[in-house]
């Protein structure tokens, strides 16, 4: 019988291997109770080009919490920002097997509405 994790670990693969497919490079979201995270990773080198969280100094100064929708909207445009400096505008979402609502959802709302398009 499988867990609530291993469940999510193994749609997250799934949706690693039609990305990897596609080509492109992909913006992974990983939530905890207390911080949200985002890389802009590039499938084909394998490597994080930018990241943005809810650890930085220059966050944690603005935000009281680093686990609400507000600090996850503010990631997402973050990451977008990040994006657009490195030249890059379309993505792939790997929503690392979460269901898009709440956190994942608002981040990558706020990366859409800020240039990033998937």
Do not use: W
């Not at 997250?12 to 990897?20: D, L, P, Y």
């Not at 080198?45 to 930018?50: D, G, L, Q, Y």
């Not at 909207?73 to 792939?92: H, L, M, N, V």
């Amino acid at each position: 019988m499988l867990n609530l994790k291993e469940k999510r670990i193994r749609r997250s693969q799934k949706t690693r291997k039609k990305i990897s497919e596609l080509g492109v490079v992909r913006l992974s979201v990983h939530r905890t109770n207390l911080h949200i995270y985002a890389q802009l990773i590039d499938n084909k080198s394998k490597k994080v080009i930018t990241s943005a969280s809810t650890l930085e100094p220059d966050v944690r100064n603005e935000m009281s919490s680093g686990s609400n929708i507000a600090a996850a909207a503010f990631i997402g445009k973050r990451i977008a920002e990040k994006g657009r400096k490195c030249g890059i505008s379309q993505i792939a979402f790997d929503r690392a097997g979460y269901k898009y609502h709440g956190r994942v959802k608002a981040l990558a709302e706020a990366a859409r509405e800020n240039g990033l398009k998937f």
